[in-house]
């Protein structure tokens, strides 16, 4: 069964329309991870949260937040998706002082 | 600024051949990762190395870390069809920071 579960899997917006991505674990991780993936590229750390704790990549666009109401769940909010957004967005959790990372299948994202 | 490189970036080869892939990081870390990505989906787990001197091996693959040369290798035994992806290489820093590698796509030729 997943663990890590993402939704959409695939949504298409807007160009400036908000979009909220989803990620929900069953592990009780306390890391939660978001990735923007670009085509051909290496997934890009955007931030992650140790429990509520959050942390910021500094070149994380401003246009990108997110929220973790619980440690279950966690949302990636894109205010004002720009044609450059356009990516697969990853989730991905680890428990404290854990070797292993889990990722979900990631929700592909097109601005149009 | 935390870099990891990998290279060759782009690797085509022959069934039956060996080769390996390279990866470089500029961080201190004890901790080094290796996934497969095969188009389109995530990322598969292949390795995860937690010393110095780690080797590891799946089927064709084997994996290696030397952190005081800040390096580890994924090195390919007698390539089939099967193994063309992208292979990523990411850092562990401090515990929570989790960085991959720039890939490398592998191509496997008949």
């Known amino acids: 069964d997943a663990m890590v579960i993402q939704n959409p899997r695939y949504q298409v917006t807007q160009f400036g329309k908000p979009v909220t991505l989803s990620c929900s674990q069953t592990l009780n991780h306390n890391v939660m991870y978001w990735y923007q993936q670009k085509s051909s590229q290496a997934p890009k750390l955007l931030f992650h949260?140790?429990?509520?704790?959050?942390?910021n990549e500094a070149d994380t666009p401003d246009n990108f937040q997110s929220r973790r109401p619980n440690t279950s769940f966690c949302f990636l909010d894109i205010r004002s998706p720009g044609l450059g957004d356009t990516a697969m967005y990853l989730c991905?959790?680890?428990?404290?002082?854990?070797?292993?990372?889990?990722f979900g299948e990631g929700s592909w994202l097109t601005v149009v | 600024e935390l870099k990891v490189e990998q290279n060759p970036l782009f690797l085509s080869m022959q069934e039956g051949k060996n080769y390996t892939i390279y990866c470089n990081y500029s961080t201190t870390s004890d901790r080094l990762y290796w996934y497969r990505q095969d188009p389109g989906k995530s990322l598969e787990s292949l390795f995860v190395?937690?010393?110095?001197?780690a080797v590891k091996q799946e089927g064709r693959l084997m994996a290696s870390l030397d952190t005081k040369a800040r390096l580890s290798t994924l090195h390919i035994t007698a390539a089939v069809h099967d193994l063309s992806a992208t292979y990523f290489c990411?850092?562990?820093?401090?515990?929570?920071?989790?960085?991959f590698g720039t890939g490398t796509s592998l191509t496997v030729i008949p």
């Open positions: 991905a959790t680890r428990g404290v002082g854990g070797n292993t990372i889990y």
């Open positions: 949260y140790y429990d509520k704790d959050f942390n």
């Open positions: 990411a850092v562990d820093r401090d515990g929570n920071q989790f960085y």
């Open positions: 190395l937690l010393s110095n001197g």
